[in-house]
């Protein structure tokens, strides 16, 4: 009980992207890139191991952005008619490609990655996906004229990698979908239809995770304006206990989401975030612990998976390394204190 993972992505090292940044241009090429990638994440496996994280990540480490490392395999995307679009829902401006024509995956994205990891942890292994609605929030579309249809040819896209990545040992696949709640009332309409599609025939869990955004500042400003409360996942957390996802990641450290929504999801695994990927501040295992301590007020120890927040790649490396550790030991604080 209360096992622990992240949330998917961490920083780069500084000798493969420049560091802090999102959408880091990589600093080697070809082969030397590929191997880069790999060392980057052997050493990020390393470390969660020794935190004691138990389901651990490539850290996504071999891909630049947690949407477009995916949409650069896939056909179908002009990359030179790229749009400056308002995301989710006009929050920020990125600068994004645009769809053209039906979409076709040429080419395994992440198999080469997930296989390289696999083989080199005895560690349950995580995979995160982009989600189909966060990817139709990412891109322009000149071809489908629907969201809900340009969602679900993405999600037959994401099956196939996905089905590829069970195949190879994966443990978890997880779909990122930030854009849930900036727009919560499509969830029920054809979001979880996308992430079925997505999750079809897949043996190993699946896992979506949703949340307020990295820690960049549009993302700051956009939470101060969301009141005292944040019940937006309320609108769409009984669409989702019913839907075949396994889990739900969502943020809990230092979150204004009320801790009473996670008894929407009694019939889920639930990723209570326990560190804020905000601030660069580290916290203590007891802070850690007291986190999910509150949570066991409304989700049993058995399906609490001690989490970060959102992923870390923006932050400082030796911050990241930091809070890895310090949800390794809140986590091992209250299994103690629970008697496991
Ligand atoms: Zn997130």
Known sequence: MITTTVAGSLPKPAWLAEPEALWA???????????????????????????????????????????????????????????????????????????TAALGRKNSVHGDGAKFCRERTSHQLKFTLPGPMTICDTIADSHYGSRPKMAMAFAELLNQEARELDALGVDVIQFDEPAFNAFMDQVPVWGVDALHRAIDGLSCKTAVHICYGYGIKANIDWKEGLGAEWRQYEEFFPALNDSRIDQVSLECADSKVPLSVLGLLKDKDVLVGAINVANNEIETPEKVAATLRAALEFVDPERIIACTNCGMAPMPRDVAEGKLKALGAGAALLRKELGG
């Open 25 to 99: 241009p990589w600093r080697l090429q070809g082969a030397a890139l590929i191997e880069g990638q790999q060392d980057a994440a052997l050493a990020w496996i390393k470390i969660q191991e020794d935190a004691g994280i138990d389901i651990v990540s490539d850290g996504e480490q071999f891909r630049k952005h947690f949407v477009h490392g995916f949409l650069e395999e896939i056909e179908g995307i002009d990359w030179q008619r790229m749009t400056t679009m308002g995301i989710r829902d006009d929050r920020y401006d990125a600068q994004v490609p645009t769809v």
